[in-house]
């Protein structure tokens, strides 16, 4: 009896010291002989960069610069922006030359700026040799769970097409009628201004309407029900970004941090009121032509067709989360930052409502007198030129992957980011004025525009092109030729140009901004 004990817990002891030396063997594995045979194959093939430490990589010394940086604002409004929202690109690319590696904990990652690498990275050709790397995953994770924006290959392609009905030309022109009824209510409230300036803060105001819209737009919800979804997703984005500092400790999302146990109790309770929507609408007996109802129709059509196809309430929730965040940020900061432009461009401003007043007149926008927007379309475009809603793309190679004309590799590992902020304004592109404001520019259309079919990605391109983008586009046409028709816009002395990047291109202080009534 004792030897069988005896032989019991030497077992145990065998199995325990197993347990430990795979968990070290897989550490030592993935956090320094991985990196390191990175780091040597980069070095071979002439990436030079700043010596990453164990574990963090250069995330110190990024964040050391970015604190320098945003401890001040912008001396003057002007939009190369590049050395305030990505200071250590600028730093580094001076000291190392434009092609240089840095690590993000135990990833490396090099920029991209040539118009022809990134075409070629983002096609269709290397769609399933690269995607979001597992530190990525491991980031958006907190926020967006497993959608669109975190997963690869077979998964991602199988929620693309779950939600692509939904953003088709025909199904976003219903869009154009809730706008127009949405951005009414908010002039409405806006009735206490008159021909005497004052100042109204624009990004909260803007935020309210574009949730206002994609509640009722996609989900058929008054705004009173979609509020606290949007609300939790409020605290959920400034707890995401200080979580995004520990981001470098392997499993860090699971550890009980008084952050991540804030994190865990909102996304608890946004689940919980997504779940129950969710839920009304399958018991419905109707699911409706909305975005919600469009995705549990393609469900329905794609499990009857394919047997294997599944789809779970926490997929569903997942995408909605996505949705919730980009449909409220992406359009807001959008609109935001093109009335910013106009208040400091008051020609155009005074052109884009002679627009707005000629084709609309005082009624509401329809979906073919939006197409007829042409003035304020360019005004977005260049808006999207200047402040993307992204100021760039990452993606990582899943095998060594040859890029651009030069016959650039880049080894399977490395992480890649496409640096739109760099590719928007270069001169090559764009000509000597590209740190300018000028809708002129696109007076041709997009593909006219620059001097490469890839010199304009505000959106991304490729089969990974962001799905919402006509209907960001959309909404902002709507809202501008609106609120244009009836307001003017100044700058306000409380502006502080400050751009940062957290999940899209934001003003760091908000944007006050001076509004007055115009004159009939």
């Not at 030497?10 to 993935?30: C, D, E, M, P």
């Not at 769970?145 to 939904?166: F, H, Y």
């Amino acid at each position: 009896m004792m030897m069988e004990k005896m032989g019991a817990s030497s077992l145990l002891f065998t199995a325990f010291l197993v347990g430990i030396w795979s968990f070290l063997l897989g550490f030592f594995i993935k956090n320094w002989w991985r990196p390191w045979t990175i780091h040597r194959a980069l070095t071979k093939r002439g990436f030079k960069g700043p010596p990453p430490r164990f574990l963090i990589g250069n995330l110190l010394d990024i964040a050391n610069i970015m604190q320098h940086e945003h401890i001040k604002d912008m001396p003057t409004i002007h939009h190369n922006i590049r050395n305030r929202v990505f200071p250590f690109f600028v730093k580094w690319a001076q000291q190392y030359g434009e092609r240089f590696v840095i690590w993000f904990g135990n990833e490396p990652r090099i920029v991209l700026t040539d118009p022809g690498e990134i075409k070629e990275l983002l096609s269709s050709k290397n769609l399933s040799d690269s995607g979001v790397s597992p530190l990525h995953q491991e980031m958006l994770s907190l926020a967006f769970g497993k959608s669109l924006v975190t997963v690869n290959g077979e998964k991602w392609a199988q929620q693309r097409r779950v939600v692509a009905p939904a953003f088709h030309t025909e199904k976003l022109k219903g869009v154009v009628g809730i706008s127009a009824r949405c951005t009414k209510e908010m002039l409405d409230e806006w009735r206490f201004i008159d021909e005497k300036a004052c100042e109204i803060e624009l990004i909260s105001q803007m935020k309210a309407l574009t949730a206002n819209i994609f509640i009722r737009s996609q989900y058929g919800l008054d705004y009173q029900r979609g509020r606290e979804i949007f609300e939790d997703m409020n605290s959920l984005e400034g707890l995401i970004f200080e979580s995004f500092r520990y981001s470098w400790i392997p499993g860090g999302r699971f550890l009980p941090t008084a952050t991540n146990r804030k994190i865990w109790k909102w996304n608890r309770r946004m689940e919980k009121n997504l779940k129950l929507m969710i839920q009304e609408r399958l018991d419905s007996g109707s699911y409706g032509n909305d975005l919600l109802g469009l995705m549990l129709t393609e469900i329905d059509r794609v499990s009857a067709d394919d047997k294997n196809f599944s789809y779970t309430m926490q997929q569903l929730m997942d995408e909605s989360k996505t949705f919730f965040l980009a449909g409220k940020d992406n359009t807001s900061t959008l609109i935001c930052w093109a009335l910013l432009l106009l208040a400091l461009n008051p020609h155009w401003q005074d052109k884009a409502r002679q627009e707005a007043k000629a084709i609309c007149g005082i009624q509401d926008p329809t979906p073919d007198s939006v197409k007829d927007l042409k003035i304020i379309g360019m005004i977005l475009n260049e808006t999207l030129r200047l402040y993307s809603p992204a100021p760039g793309i990452i993606k990582q190679a899943f095998k060594d992957l040859n890029v651009g004309e030069d016959g650039l590799v880049i080894p399977k590992g490395v992480n890649v980011i496409v640096d739109i902020l760099a590719v928007h304004r270069d001169p090559k592109l764009w000509s000597a004025d590209a740190n300018e404001f000028n809708p002129a520019r696109f007076v041709q259309g997009i593909s006219k525009a620059g001097n490469h079919p890839s010199a304009f990605i505000p959106f991304s391109s490729g089969p990974r092109v962001c799905i919402g983008q006509n209907f960001a586009v959309l909404q902002a046409k709507v809202v501008m030729a609106m609120v244009l028709r009836d307001f003017k816009f100044g700058i306000s002395s409380h502006y502080r140009h400050a751009p940062v990047a957290f999940l899209t291109l934001s003003p760091q202080h908000g944007m006050p901004i001076m509004v007055e009534k115009v004159h009939s």
